[in-house]
Every structure is written in structure tokens, then in C-alpha cells.
T-cell receptor
Framework: GESVGLHLPTLSVQEGDNSIINCAYS??????FIWYKQESGKGPQFIID???NMDKRQGQRVTVLLNKTVKHLSLQIAATQPGDSAVYFC?????????WGAGTKLIIKP | GAVVSQHPSWVICKSGTSVKIECRSL??????MFWYRQFPKQSLMLMAT?????????EQGVEKDKFLINHASLTLSTLTVTSAHPEDSSFYIC?????????????FGEGSRLTVL
């Protein structure tokens, strides 16, 4: 079946370094992707989105890259901070519904 | 940004009782709200789509008589877990989309943790 999934369940990064979280998707017809951040015990927070007619989009300290050739999505967080500790989900929008990935837990080492 | 509020944030109940969780859009009107269930260390699972003024649309495998959804106004949807059992213990999250927002601008509540004893 169609799915959106993540390569790594846990990612440990030194504080101050850049973080890269990866996501693979299988539906080549998808045209809209979102990254969400979920802190422990809280609901997901929208981080950044990207449409399939773009390869890259930048926000504040975050960049999303889309490689449609290999159906791969990544989230880059610059100068990772303790407050970035969370689970990050990529999601695909299809028929107004979110198709969620499994999530990657980002751990910040002091 | 838009705010979605859930209440209660956590609840403990006895087996066999019913629990109601509220989802409110505080600063926008939401024609459609979504209810999710999340197990520990897992992704969100869409349970149902709540439509204002009409019946909710349930995902396959979700018991509509077990999880009652009411969307009586453009700012409020409720999820009632009826005759709750320990296996219903979970983190329930709602989301809402402003009526004029483009695709994808979903805003999430903080979640409600249900523990059934």
C-alpha cells in the first residue's frame, strides 16, 4: 500500500550542530508535504510545508528539501537547541487528510 | 496563529463509564475537525472526520457507537468514549482547519490523555 515512512526512529545530535531528519514516501502523485513537531504529551505543531513544484523551502532555522526523483523528504534544523527535542513527523496531504509517517525522535546532547 | 483547545487534558475514569472530550477552535470557525488516537511512541491514527451539522465520517475499524462524535457548532466538536475499557486508554488529539485556509493548514489541540482503570 501507499505510505509515508521515516528512515530512523531516533536521532541524537550535539547541541549547536545541524540536524537532518529524513522521510521517504511511496505515492509519487502526492503534491504536498508537511513536517510536524510533537513535544512529549502535546499535540503536533506545524513546522514547515512544501509543494511538489518546489525542491527547497526555508523557514526560521529549518529547511525542507524535496527530491521527487527518489521520493525523499528531509527536514534540516540549523544550530539545534534543547528546545528542538521532540518527535518529528512528516506527513502527506491526500484528499484533505494527513497520511502520517512513523516519527523520528530527536535527542539533543548537551 | 490559530488556536485549538482540548479539554480535559487528562482524565482517569472507571471501566464502564463514559468520557467526553471537547475540541474548540478559539479564534476561527472550523467546518471540519478531525479526531486522532495516538499510542505511545507511535504516529497519530485518524479515527474520524467531524463535519459541522452532519454525521461524522469514521475510518475503517473505528466503532462509531463506541466513539460518539458531535459537531454541533463551527467552534466545537466533542468525542465521547462510551462504556470505556482499559484498552481505550490512549492519547486523543483533535485538529481543525479554518474555513478559508488552503489545504494543509491544520491546527492541533494539545491532546487529552485518557486512562481507564
Amino acid at each position: 500500500g501507499e505510505s509515508v515512512g521515516l528512515h530512523l526512529p531516533t536521532l541524537s545530535v550535539q547541541e549547536g550542530d545541524n540536524s537532518i531528519i529524513n522521510c521517504a514516501y511511496s505515492n509519487s502523485a502526492s503534491d504536498y508535504f508537511i513536517w510536524y513537531k510533537q513535544e512529549s504529551g502535546k499535540g503536533p505543531q506545524f513546522i514547515i510545508d512544501i509543494r511538489s513544484n518546489m525542491d527547497k523551502r526555508q523557514g526560521q532555522r529549518v529547511t525542507v528539501l524535496l527530491n521527487k526523483t527518489v521520493k525523499h523528504l528531509s527536514l534540516q534544523i540549523a544550530a539545534t537547541q534543547p528546545g528542538d527535542s521532540a518527535v518529528y513527523f512528516c506527513a502527506e496531504i491526500r484528499n484533505y487528510q494527513l497520511i502520517w509517517g512513523a516519527g523520528t525522535k530527536l535527542i539533543i546532547k548537551p | 496563529g490559530a488556536v485549538v483547545s482540548q479539554h480535559p487534558s487528562w482524565v482517569i475514569c472507571k471501566s464502564g463509564t463514559s468520557v467526553k472530550i471537547e475540541c474548540r477552535s478559539l479564534d476561527f470557525q472550523a467546518t471540519t475537525m478531525f479526531w486522532y488516537r495516538q499510542f505511545p511512541k507511535q504516529s497519530l491514527m485518524l479515527m474520524a472526520t467531524s463535519n459541522e451539522g452532519s454525521k461524522a465520517t469514521y475510518e475503517q475499524g473505528v466503532e462509531k457507537d463506541k466513539f460518539l462524535i458531535n459537531h454541533a457548532s463551527l467552534t466545537l466538536s466533542t468525542l465521547t468514549v462510551t462504556s470505556a475499557h482499559p484498552e481505550d486508554s490512549s492519547f486523543y488529539i483533535c485538529s481543525a482547519r479554518p474555513g478559508t485556509a488552503p489545504t494543509g493548514e491544520l491546527f492541533f489541540g494539545e491532546g487529552s490523555r485518557l486512562t481507564v482503570l
